[in-house]
Structures are given as structure tokens and as C-alpha cells.
């Protein structure tokens, strides 16, 4: 859902018009560069605006700070209290702290609208908010010991993290529960705590939506070998590398050439090839290497075991022809019968 800014009960842009109008044509103007609020929507950094008036950075900070200090104690600042006031309220309905993109998406997808609105956050007495840093997202929010509770819950959640942790959404967000600590009812909810996750830069989730460390290729996706992951994970069993390919353009709608993707299976740990082109997941329990490789495997586990044991149990690991397992069992450097007839290892 998009809250379009004309429905917040204010007009942004002639807010901000008014204010600036109390300011002279120099601070307008170096406000109007820095917030995009002109014709030109992309802001303007300080040193690209010293060099327009031939004066330092420096300068041009002190004369924006200047201008945000004096808008604060002019009449039209005091005559926007109603509009800050329902800024709050719709920071407060959103959870109380939220990323900065997604406030501002939320209000309005228009990006004029947008400078005009972030202006009024930083302007605002209300409004708070967290810079960007290794742990957390550039955020808003209006009441700092909320602020704060979520932070420490996210650093405590992502804290009980392996690279290896995929989560579904429910779980994650039962777990991120656990972590939060006398936090008003109004707030638990699921679309807020999504929300509040995404605060976190060190938390994300992938495209199919599980949740695990930001930094863990299960859920930071960069190439052909991660989507593959996740399209086999998706599938629950042993894939042929063309399936594989087929379902990351299905699932993902990413291009994937066939013989790509066959190398990049063959270089990634996290697959174990188990037939003729065919790929299954490690973290499943099978073994890497080759047929014979298994068959010692299983030996190595049960103890002497009957030919007919003994392909049962590879087949359940390998998709090979039971004649193929029998052959490698002929092999008298790795497998011998003992007395009873069972095959065991030569140590």
C-alpha cells in the first residue's frame, strides 16, 4: 500500500515553499541544491555547490546549517507543526523506527515529493535519526529508547546467526521476538518486525525469501552458483545441471547458460554430485567422491555389510545403476569378503 503525499493532510511542497521564503536567495538556494528541491531532483554536494558560488565546502556547510537554524525559528516552522505532526504519526504507524527508503517509498513514489518530504525530517524536531554504519541502514524513528531496544535485539539476533542459516520468515521473525525486550504490544506485529529487520544491514533475506546472515552467499546472491543453490534447496532433491538451469530462469528470471552452470556446480563445495550430471545438496548428508568413495563410506559406518546391503544403501545416495556398484565391490585394493561372505573394508 502507497500512502500518496497529498493524503497525508498536508502539501509538502508548499510547505517547504514557504519556509524557504523566509530565507535570503543564497541559503534558499543552497538549501533547494542540497535537498533536490528544484527543478534539478538530485542533491547537490557541498563541494560541486562551492565551486557554483567560488566558495569552500566548508563555507557552504556553515551557510546550510545557518539557513536550518534560522528556519526553525521562523513563524512558517511554527505554522508546519501540524504537518510534522503527522509525519510523526506515520513513523509511529509504521513501527516507530523505520529505514529511510522505506518511509519515504511508503509516503509517495514520487521523487520531487520525496526530497521535499526528507527535508522536513531533517528540519523537524521530532525526527531522529541513525546514521549508516557496518551494523544498521540509515533510519528514522521518533522515540530513541525504541530506537535502541531494536538495535541491540537486531545485534542479539544476527549474534545467533551461522553463515550457514537459511530461515523461513516465520521462524525468523519468532526468533527476532525472542530478542525483543518490553517493547509495547502496538508494535509486534508482523509487517512491523519485517520492517525492523530490515533496519539491519547485517540481517537480509534472499530472493525466496529466507532469512540469514546479509554477508552469507545463501542470501547475499552474486552469481549463476547461489541461485543454483537455492533452486536445488527449492526443490528438495538431486537435479540434472540443465534442470538446475532451467529453474533459475524460471524461479529467478535470470539468464542461465546450461554449460555455465554445469561448471559452476563442479567448483562449488556446497554440491556433491551423485550421477551422470546430476547435483545434490552436501548439507543433505550425501558424500563427496565417487561411487567406490561412497561404498567405503558406508562400510566405514555399518560394518561388513551383503552386496544387496550395500547397493540398497548407495543407491539412496547415488543415482547410478546397481551393476555399477557391484563392479566397484570387484575391485580387491579397497573391498574384500570375509568369512561370512560380507564385504569389508582392506584397511
Not at 504537518?83 to 518511509?103: N, P, V, Y
Not at 552436501?282 to 561388513?304: C, F, H, M
Request: proline share 3%; hydrophobic share 35%; charged share 30%.
Amino acid at each position: 500500500m502507497v500512502v500518496k503525499a497529498d493524503k497525508t493532510g498536508f502539501k509538502p511542497k508548499v510547505i517547504v515553499k514557504r519556509l524557504l521564503s523566509s530565507l535570503s536567495e543564497r541559503s534558499r538556494s543552497v538549501l533547494e541544491a542540497r535537498f533536490g528541491l528544484g527543478s534539478n531532483l538530485n542533491r547537490t554536494t557541498l563541494e560541486a555547490i562551492g565551486k557554483r558560488y567560488g566558495i569552500t565546502r566548508e563555507r557552504v556547510r556553515q551557510i546550510e546549517n545557518h539557513a536550518l537554524i534560522s528556519l526553525k525559528k521562523s513563524s512558517a516552522y511554527s505554522d508546519a507543526h501540524a504537518a510534522f505532526g503527522e509525519l510523526e504519526r506515520i513513523i509511529t504507524s509504521l513501527g516507530g523506527i523505520i529505514c529511510e527508503d522505506d518511509l519515504l517509498n511508503f509516503i509517495t513514489q514520487d521523487e520531487s515529493m520525496q526530497n521535499h518530504i526528507y527535508f522536513l525530517l531533517v528540519l523537524g524536531d521530532p525526527f531522529k535519526y541513525r546514521k549508516e554504519d557496518d551494523e544498521i541502514n540509515r533510519c528514522w524513528y521518533v522515540d530513541p529508547e525504541l530506537a535502541d531496544k531494536v538495535k541491540s535485539a537486531l545485534k542479539r539476533l544476527y549474534g545467533g546467526l551461522s553463515d550457514q542459516d537459511l530461515i523461513p520468515e516465520g521462524e525468523m521473525i519468532n526468533r527476532f521476538l525472542r530478542e525483543l525486550e518490553d517493547i509495547n504490544e502496538k508494535y509486534l506485529t508482523g509487517e512491523v518486525l519485517k520492517r525492523w529487520l530490515s533496519v539491519s544491514k547485517q540481517i537480509g533475506k534472499n530472493p525466496l525469501g529466507e532469512w540469514g546472515r546479509a554477508s552469507s552467499p545463501n542470501v547475499k546472491t552474486k552469481g549463476v552458483r547461489d541461485f543454483a543453490y537455492l533452486a536445488v534447496k527449492k526443490h528438495g532433491n538431486p537435479l540434472h545441471f540443465r534442470e538446475v538451469a532451467e529453474m533459475i530462469e524460471k524461479i529467478f528470471h535470470r539468464a542461465a547458460h546450461v554449460a555455465t552452470t554445469h561448471n559452476e556446480l563442479i567448483k562449488d563445495e556446497r554440491f556433491v554430485l551423485v550421477g551422470r550430471g546430476m547435483y545434490a545438496l552436501k548439507e543433505w548428508g550425501y558424500t563427496q567422491g565417487v561411487v567406490r568413495d561412497v561404498i567405503r563410506n558406508v562400510l566405514r559406518k555399518s560394518g561388513p555389510m551383503s552386496k544387496e546391503q550395500i547397493i540398497e544403501k548407495v543407491l539412496k545416495e547415488r543415482h547410478v545403476k546397481p551393476g555399477t556398484i557391484a563392479v566397484n565391490l570387484q575391485n580387491q585394493k579397497y573391498f574384500k569378503r570375509n568369512k561370512e561372505g560380507l564385504f569389508v573394508l582392506i584397511r
